[in-house]
T-cell receptor, first 111, second 115 residues
Framework: SQQGEEDPQALSIQEGENATMNCSYK?????LQWYRQNSGRGLVHLIL?????REKHSGRLRVTLDTSKKSSSLLITASRAADTASYFC???????????FGQGTILTVHP | DGGITQSPKYLFRKEGQNVTLSCEQN?????MYWYRQDPGQGLRLIYY???????QKGDIAEGYSVSREKKESFPLTVTSAQKNPTAFYLC??????????????FGEGSRLTVL
């Protein structure tokens, strides 16, 4: 079953702007991960945040997690055209690797 | 370079035929997974294996079968019993146990079209 729901489904911005994507989930989690998928390709892991963490940074990426609201956000700062892709959140329970994916946000960054 | 190799990248099948998708990894990962992706949707888990000679059904296992005879290989067979097999299939692997960071490593996918 799909646990994560992402919002918005599609996001279109100009290069240099920030992009924010949100993910909500239903049950308790062990960790939450974000993945990127270029069109027709496999997924690439971006960042993992554990349930006892509230914020994490990696380069131009900032992830927040609010377990009381069962939600997470992914912020990409100073977007580039190369950031154009689909972004998925995935939640992990007690069994690492058995992830449940959201439906994704399609991000388009215009040069 | 270490990674996951899926083949073929594109596959066409007639109704009623079984097809097998290959997934090989040289990352020395114990766990392997098969996901299905339909257009505009997220990934749904078909089967997963945490160790050689053992595998479990995921959320949508009906019409699919797998084997795990070697650590490096986790082939997926799409049988004629799968009612809507046209989809993008993704294989992934991960570490297991105390060395597991929770990250999945994905192959480039196999696109199956039923004619």
């Amino acid at each position: 079953s799909q646990q994560g729901e992402e919002d918005p489904q599609a996001l279109s911005i100009q290069e240099g702007e920030n992009a924010t994507m949100n993910c909500s989930y239903k049950t308790s989690i062990n960790n939450l991960q974000w993945y990127r998928q270029n069109s027709g390709r496999g997924l690439v892991h971006l960042i993992l945040i554990r349930s006892n963490e509230r914020e994490k940074h990696s380069g131009r990426l900032r992830v927040t997690l609010d377990t009381s609201k069962k939600s997470s956000s992914l912020l990409i700062t100073a977007s580039r055209a190369a950031d154009t892709a689909s972004y998925f959140c995935a939640t992990g329970g007690t069994s690492y690797g058995k992830l449940t994916f959201g439906q994704g946000t399609i991000l388009t960054v215009h040069p | 370079d270490g990674g996951i190799t899926q083949s073929p990248k594109y596959l066409f099948r007639k109704e009623g035929q079984n097809v097998t998708l290959s997934c090989e990894q040289n990352l020395n990962h114990d766990a392997m997974y098969w996901y299905r992706q339909d257009p505009g949707q997220g990934l749904r888990l078909i089967y997963y294996s945490q160790i050689v000679n053992d595998f479990q059904k995921g959320d949508i296992a009906e019409g699919y079968s797998v084997s795990r005879e070697k650590k490096e290989s986790f082939p997926l067979t799409v049988t004629s019993a799968q009612k809507n097999p046209t989809a993008f299939y993704l294989c992934a692997s991960s570490r297991r146990g105390s060395q597991n960071t929770g990250e999945l490593f994905f192959g480039e996918g196999s696109r199956l079209t039923v004619l």
